[in-house]
């Protein structure tokens, strides 16, 4: 029996939809993922280091998992932070349920889902106060992944000729095959050799507005069609693997038309 898990289609804010920002590092996928500090109001920069991407991250800011659909259709995206599915608190696996995006949509995460109206708040914090630390699973804290999956269509592709391709010769085989095992073992132990305590992981934050709603969808196959990693730490630790990090003067901030998105408070009296 086919087992039905609620999916979520994230609202957009109605008649506001600020112009998407290219992402710092290009990604092959049918959704780019990046990281927003929410207290700084920036979209952080990814550095790629040891066949990863890694995020510099401020204990204590509030943060975004920005997703991007750039593709022509719907997607649905299971969304992992520190090995958590973020809607449903489990360890997470791409069979479980997850966002819906329609085509060219952007959708900032803010927080871990509670219910269809508020989500507790990401926020880069220590890693024993993670929420997968304070749960009992701490094993893969400082990683964000998603898996994304396409929508099952009706119409069928008309078949196509079948090429035949002569075999390839099983020692050069044998021989790529050990060049790459060697490749990875080489990765591997330079990683491990840099390899180091996290000191960051997400938290369960203040509680606050972010509303989805229940939506249906097929997917096209068991297997996501895309999954990318994007992993995060302090710039102390990224300096320490030998990740050169722009200094924010270097990044200067361009003036804004119009700086101020939203009503502020009023002065206290």
Not at 113 to 142: C, I, L
Not at 145 to 173: C, D, H, K, Y
């Amino acid at each position: 029996m086919k087992r039905l898990l609620p999916l979520l289609l994230i609202l957009p804010l109605a008649g506001f939809r600020p112009a998407p920002l290219p992402p710092p590092v290009a990604q092959d996928g049918p959704v780019r993922m990046t990281l927003v500090d929410r207290d700084r109001g920036t979209e952080l920069r990814s550095y790629p280091a040891d066949g990863q991407r890694w995020v510099a991250g401020d204990r204590g800011h509030r943060y975004a998992v920005r997703l991007y659909n750039d593709s022509p259709r719907r997607v649905l995206v299971v969304l992992s932070v520190d090995g958590i599915n973020a809607i449903s608190g489990e360890e997470a696996n791409p069979s479980q349920t997850g966002y819906v995006l329609n085509p060219g949509q952007r959708a900032d995460i803010t927080g871990w889902r509670k219910s269809q109206d508020e989500v507790a708040q990401f926020v880069f914090s220590s890693p024993g106060n993670s929420y997968a630390s304070r749960t009992g699973r701490p094993d893969n804290v400082g990683v964000i992944g998603i898996a994304v999956f396409n929508e099952r269509t009706q119409w069928r592709p008309e078949p196509r000729p079948i090429l035949r391709r002569p075999a390839s010769p099983a020692p050069m085989a044998e021989a790529s095959a050990a060049a790459d095992s060697s490749a990875r073992a080489s990765r591997a132990e330079g990683y491990a050799a840099k390899s180091q305590a996290p000191a960051l992981g997400t938290g369960h934050g203040d509680r606050e507005t972010s509303q989805v709603r229940d939506t249906t969808f097929d997917r096209a196959s068991r297997d996501p069609s895309y999954v990318s990693e994007l992993r995060y730490d302090s710039a102390r630790n990224l300096r320490a693997r030998g990740i050169v990090l722009d200094a924010p003067s270097r990044l200067p901030r361009e003036p804004q038309a119009f700086p101020n998105r939203y009503v502020p408070d009023p002065p206290s009296r």
